[in-house]
């Protein structure tokens, strides 16, 4: 192994407290450390404002700070072909994507590592809350220590060939420790707010954003019974499970959408705790298993539908074509095609996939398949 | 790890000339006066402004009421163009300027679109030179103004001023080049160019940042562009920059002096490139005309090479130099001077770097940078 003065690591630094601390972090360890900004979009406001300009004045605030070069590479095309178009496309298919998944899957943990592998880079870094561990030859992810931050949910669908050039320097840390690690250096970002939601949207209204891209088309709100209830203002700004933003009150309420019919243009509402707010099980599609397919095509593990939930235990079936069918030992509430379904052997994260269908107790009472709800 | 960093972008900037740090630095210490003052000390400071006018005004061949100082480049451009505009938009408001010029020109032309004007951009051919008779149909009776650049940043191609300016002898329209670039290794003198405002910045030649001056004609309209007190006879407002200004005067003076030494010079380190590339038979071809431009720039091509990954690998390798074209959030935009060259979706545009060598460039330098920049070519491939 090379010694570790000589292991250039490059730390993808977004000019938010964790990466900077991840930065900071493996400079202390002793690597030869690069620090490279991602712009993987153009955000320029009506006021001329670009928050990647921002950002990156911080990186490089900090980058000085921690004294490590720093650089910055434009992959606005390929985060447009691979993650921004992959979006619109669920979006007009009815579904929910996780953009965070596929970024991490197609940009991060590809071109970046790319980018970084052709700079002379050993291992990419990143301040993600997740652990991997290397032995016998074999690299595996573990969830981040701090199980309120564990990030895994969103690396499902990195390859072990990936992850066997990264590193967590977080993974073992807790958030408000790694906020402490940034105020007790000094470092320009240490206050800085986390950013929340989809980043290429940012604070910005959901609705209006995606109105640029997307036709949206308004149509009737009806109970699972069939009653109409209201309109709705297009499919694609609704989410199973979601109570606010309906504009619908009225007696049995309040209301939850359970499901949209994409070819009647109608979006379902039921009242909570409602069995068609409940699923048994799902179908996936897309699957990664980080270190190899499970030995039997049927198993039991834990599972998350959603990030930050607590684990479900379920059972999962292998299907013939490598599909998988997950049944729930509890039912669930709101399961959402087109997020993702990751799978968990205690602390391992096995791998995961995209969630296509759910399966229900349908009214007469058998079970069967409710295609993309 | 301690390595040497070899320093080859000196379009974009230059280390202080040692003696013009030495001309500076008494009045740092010792003349503090505001040259607009009546008294003994603004006296005192007034004549190295005046003393550094005549020396300047000498050096380029103009009269010292000619010069008029300014924080630097931009805002001698800025100046030309927006002061021309306003003082001759009673007789026209079309704009004649060419799209390789440096963005402190493209973007205020582009603002002066905004404000009702009407400007052409003369394109160029593939060694970044304007064509004399699109020139010559580009201009109209309403034209009022036309800036082209003496020397390219980015590629160093020479542009035929002298010749415009004969074909502009009979009109109206007044006539601006930024000389910046070109200063340090091409003579420039405002009269056998025949322009009439000339833009010149100190820290493109070894003298400090921050300050520069734009020439204007006697006679040539004019309206300020920064406004309040009346220095530079009201053509500039605010105080002077008074070390500044001497240390501007120090390094226009040595690069003069000095012109013919270092253009060789740079000559051998472009050879030395180019020769080491061909003996290692690196895939490449120089964007401009290597005969017939600015020495100290050499801009390269190297097909197949993506330009932002191949400046990070030579940064970390020792060796500074840049696309030579603009950076948002860091990350580096295809050249709209090789876009304007080669064609919009050119690869050229994508995978150039550019080489500028300066002062303190040695050949042993150059060798080791070409070493570095050779096996990182062969290493991106």
């Known amino acids: ?373 | 790890m301690k390595m040497e960093h070899i320093y080859l972008d000196h379009a974009a900037t230059t280390p202080l000339h040692p003696k013009v740090l030495e001309s500076m630095l008494p009045i740092y210490q010792k003349v503090f006066g505001n040259p607009s003052s009546i008294h003994y000390f603004g006296r005192e400071a007034r004549k190295l402004v005046d003393d550094a006018r005549e020396n300047i005004a000498k050096a380029i061949g103009a009269k010292p009421n000619e010069i008029v100082f300014t924080s630097g480049g931009t805002e001698a451009d800025n100046t030309a163009i927006i002061g021309t505009a306003m003082a001759m938009k009673a007789k026209g408001n079309h704009i004649i300027t060419s799209k390789i010029e440096h963005h402190a020109v493209l973007h205020t032309c582009q603002y002066l679109e905004t404000q009702g004007f009407e400007v052409t951009y003369l394109d160029v051919d593939e060694k970044g030179r304007i064509q004399l008779d699109e020139f010559q149909q580009a201009i109209r009776e309403d034209t009022i103004l036309v800036t082209v650049m003496y020397g390219n940043n980015e590629v160093g191609t020479i542009q035929p001023i002298r010749e415009m300016a004969q074909i502009l002898e009979e009109h109206s329209a007044l006539f601006h080049t930024d000389a910046v670039q070109a200063f340090g290794v091409k003579k420039v003198e405002v009269q056998a160019l025949g322009v009439d405002l000339m833009s010149m910045v100190a820290h493109k030649i070894n003298g400090p940042k921050g300050v520069g001056f734009l020439y204007v004609k006697e006679g040539t309209p004019f309206s300020p562009y920064q406004h309040g007190g009346e220095q530079e006879r009201k053509r500039r407002a605010g105080t002077h920059n008074v070390p500044g200004i001497v240390g501007l005067e120090k390094a226009l003076v040595l690069a003069a002096e000095n012109r013919d030494e270092n253009d060789s010079h740079y000559r051998r380190l472009q050879t030395i490139i180019l020769q080491y590339l061909e003996e290692q038979h690196i895939d490449f071809s120089v964007n401009g005309d290597v005969k017939d431009c600015l020495s100290h720039i050499l801009n390269l091509y190297f097909p197949g090479i993506k330009v932002e990954p191949f400046l990070t690998a030579l940064d970390l390798g020792g060796v500074a130099v840049s696309s030579g074209s603009a950076c948002t959030a860091g990350s580096v935009e295809p050249s709209h001077v090789l876009s304007a060259m080669y064609g919009k979706e050119a690869e050229q545009a994508k995978s150039s770097i550019r080489i500028s060598f300066g002062l303190y460039n040695t050949e042993e330098q150059v060798t080791q940078a070409a070493k570095i920049i050779a096996q990182t070519v062969k290493r991106m491939l």
């Open chain 1, 1 to 373: 192994m090379k010694p570790i003065e000589e292991t250039r690591v490059v730390v993808g630094m977004s000019g938010g407290v964790d990466s900077s601390v991840t930065a900071l972090l493996l400079k202390q360890q002793g690597y030869d450390v690069v620090g490279i900004f991602m712009k993987n979009w153009d955000d320029t406001d009506e006021n001329g404002v670009c928050t990647a300009t921002e950002d990156y004045e911080d990186v490089a605030r900090v980058a000085n700070q921690i004294g490590i070069p720093y650089y910055a590479v434009n992959f606005e095309k390929e985060y447009w072909d691979k993650v921004f178009s992959y979006f619109l496309e669920e979006y007009k298919a009815g579904r929910t994507p996780n953009p965070d998944v596929m970024c991490n899957k197609e940009i991060k943990f590809k071109a970046f590592l790319d980018h970084a592998l052709s700079l002379g880079a050993d291992y990419v870094a990143t301040g993600h809350y997740a652990r991997v561990e290397r032995s016998e030859g074999k690299t595996k992810l573990l969830r981040g220590l701090d199980n309120g931050k564990d990030q895994t949910y969103f690396l499902n669908q990195l390859s072990e060939e990936q992850l066997s050039r990264v590193l967590f320097p977080l993974g073992e840390l807790k958030k408000p420790e790694v906020r402490k690690i940034a105020q007790e250096h000094g470092l320009a970002t240490a206050n800085k707010k986390d950013s929340t939601g989809i980043c290429f949207i940012g604070e910005r209204d959901f609705k209006t954003f995606l109105s640029h891209y997307l036709p949206a088309q308004s149509g009737e709100i009806r109970t699972i019974d069939g009653e109409y209830k209201g309109t709705h203002e297009g499919l694609m700004y609704y989410t199973n499970g979601q109570r606010q933003g309906l504009g619908i009150g009225g007696p049995g309420g309040p209301w939850f959408v359970c499901g949209k019919d994409l070819d009647k243009n109608i979006l379902y509402v039921a009242p909570d705790n409602h069995p068609s707010l409940f699923s048994e099980g799902l179908t996936a599609e897309k699957v990664n298993w980080i270190n190899g397919q499970p030995k039997t095509t049927t198993f039991t593990c834990t599972a998350k539908f959603r990030y930050r939930q607590p684990d479900q235990p379920v059972s999962v079936t292998v299907e013939p074509e490598g599909r998988l069918t997950v049944m729930f030992a509890e039912p669930q509430k709101a399961i959402t095609p087109g997020q993702a379904v990751v799978f968990y052997d205690g602390e391992l994260c096995l791998g995961g996939a995209t969630i296509d269908a759910i399966l229900q107790k349908v009214y007469h009472g058998k079970l069967d398949f409710v295609k993309a709800n």
